[in-house]
Structure formats: C-alpha cells, structure tokens
C-alpha cells in the first residue's frame, strides 16, 4: 500500500477490495442472525458480548453495507448530476434482485414448508399481503410458515433494511438538489440532517416501532455523504488506518459502539476498500452478489432451522447457511444481470 492516497482517486479504481469488503459483511449479518434463528436469542454473538450488548455483528455489518452505499451513491450524482440515470441506476439495483427472492420464497419455497394444504396456502390473503413488502409496507410472515421455530414465523426480518436504503437515496438526491453536496454548504447540510436525526429521536420517544434502528444506517449514509464531498481532501494512509483501527477497538471494549461506528469506522473502511491492493480475487468477484446473499440469508437461517425441528446449535446454523445463501444469491444475481444487461 502506498503511504497516501486519495481517496476520491482511489475510489474511481475498480481494482479495490470493495466488493471483498461487502461479502464479509453479507456473513456477518449471517453469523448474528445464527443465534437468533437457532437458538432464539439465547446466545449472542462475540461482538455483543465485548461491548456488553451495545451492538452486534449484525448492526456493524448493516452500518458497513450504509456507509458505502452513502459514498458511492453520493460520489456517484456528484459526478454525473443527471437525475434520471440517478434513479434509474437505483432502481436496477434494488428492485430486479428483491422482486426474484421475494416471489422465489413466497410462490417457490414456501409452500414446501407450510403447515397449510397447498390450496389454503395459495387461497389465503396473508400469502399475498406479503408481497406489500415489494412496496416498503412491511409484513413478516406467511400463513402456516416457520410456526414451530424457537425465533417465530419472521420469513426474512433482515429485509426491513431495504425500505431504509432507498429513504437514504431519496434523501441524498434532496440534498444534491438543495446544493447541500457542496463544500461550502456542508455545514447547513450537517444541520438539517441533526434535525432529521432529532425527528428521529423524537419518533423513538414516542414509541413508533422501528424508529430506533433507523438512526444508525441513516447516519452512517450520511457520513458516506459526506466523505463523498471531501473526497479529495481525504488520504488514506496505513499509519492513520491503524489508530482508526485502535480507537475503534478500544471504544467498542469500551461499549462505545456508537462512537466507534461514526468516528473511526468510516475511514477504515475507505482505507480497506480502496487504499490497499485487491485480495483473494475469486472472493472478491463473489462480493458482486452480497447484495443477492443478504436478501436470501435471512430465509435460508430460518428454512434450516426449520429443518432442523425449530431449534438448533448457532454455530451449525451459520456454516449450512453461509453456502446455501452463497448459492441462491449468485444465482439470483446471474438471472438480474442477463435480464438487466441491456438496460
């Protein structure tokens, strides 16, 4: 690695470990979500026990996944500032992936595993309330599925974080319009996104369900925003991607999650991504799909637990579910690309 580099040069590079990066976040939120499907929150993860419960690897990964979805998106309209090709580029990214693993569980998988007859399955209107999820209205269950597991009858809670990532789109594009991305108006940018933050705040207060675990992927959106603006200011160096690195250990022992995540987290990240010479290639042309493996990852956790009679060690749960997920999500990403590939 060279001592500095420019991060908003780096970033332009393909050869970087981005995607290796994204990959290992995809089995992270895999592994955390283990000890829930299997065991039903009788055990946590490592990450959870040594911050004393202020986070989990799952909540990490999330943060990871919104971070550079913040960079890159901003980057991204930064350079080209063409609305259309914006929202378009969104578009294909989200929705052609998230409509195949939607329909593949509720009208391929499910019915395989329902305590319901296949005509009450198919005749029941909670089989097809499900598929509001395709419109950001979440609904996690599907009649007569996963109804003995130790975790509930969730299909794939980690889904709910899709609804976000596209409210993170939106508001980045808003902030674009308002000439926010600007450096010379960064700091009215920091202001408005503190009142936002406030509201959000003051949805927690009262009790709106959801809320909470909102702030934190939309604030790490944010920072990836505004890295984007200053990316040319920023170098990526070993030495300062190393205190980073120390501070961030040490606030997490510390409980310090929240800190860690906003202080130190985002400039390790630039510096892995794009500060350091591509690793293990063939895992990291995988990482194309993490996307794919993460919206199958919560399904395949609870499928295999379920076939496992509801209950099950976390540790087995994440090895079978790590390729089985690895599989579906590459799949599902080969048919997007040959249908999307003229797009």
Not at 28 to 36: G, T
């Amino acid at each position: 690695m060279a001592s500095y580099k420019v991060l908003s040069e780096a970033a332009t590079n393909r050869h970087n470990n981005l995607n290796l990066i994204k990959l290992i976040a995809a089995f992270l939120v895999i592994v955390s979500h283990a000890y829930a499907f299997a065991t039903g929150y009788r055990q946590t993860d490592w990450f959870s026990v040594i911050t004393g419960a202020k986070g989990d690897l799952g909540g990490l990964a999330v943060n990871i996944f919104f971070f550079y979805s913040g960079l890159l998106v901003a980057m991204s309209i930064l350079r080209n500032g063409d609305g259309k090709r914006y929202w378009k580029r969104r578009i294909l990214r989200i929705y052609p992936s998230f409509i195949i693993v939607t329909f593949a569980i509720v009208f391929l998988a499910a019915p395989f595993v329902t305590t319901l007859d296949l005509k009450e399955y198919f005749t029941s209107v909670e089989t097809y309330r499900y598929l509001k999820n395709l419109i950001f209205l979440s609904e996690h269950e599907l009649p007569g599925v996963f109804v003995g597991n130790v975790y509930g009858t969730s299909v794939n809670g980690p889904i709910w974080t899709i609804r976000v990532e596209v409210f993170c789109y939106l508001l980045c594009y808003v902030f674009y319009k308002m000439k926010l991305l600007q450096k010379n108006h960064v700091m009215y940018s920091v202001i408005l996104y503190m009142v936002l933050a406030g509201a959000l705040g003051y949805g927690v207060y009262l009790g709106i369900d959801g809320i909470v675990a909102v702030i934190m992927p939309v604030t790490m959106f944010f920072l990836g925003m505004i890295y984007a603006v200053y990316a040319g200011r920023i170098y990526l160096s070993a030495l300062w991607s190393m205190a980073a690195a120390a501070g961030f250990i040490i606030s997490c022992l510390l409980g310090q999650v929240i800190f860690a995540c906003m202080v130190f987290l985002p400039y390790i990240l630039c510096t892995l991504a794009f500060g350091t010479k591509p690793k293990f290639r063939m895992l990291n042309s995988l990482g194309e799909c993490s996307y794919e493996i993460y919206l199958w990852g919560g399904f395949v956790g609870q499928m295999i637990t379920y076939m496992f009679g509801g209950s099950m060690s976390a540790h087995q749960n994440m090895i079978l579910t790590i390729p089985v997920a690895v599989m579906a999500g590459y799949l599902t990403s080969r048919l997007v690309y040959q249908l999307t590939a003229k797009e």
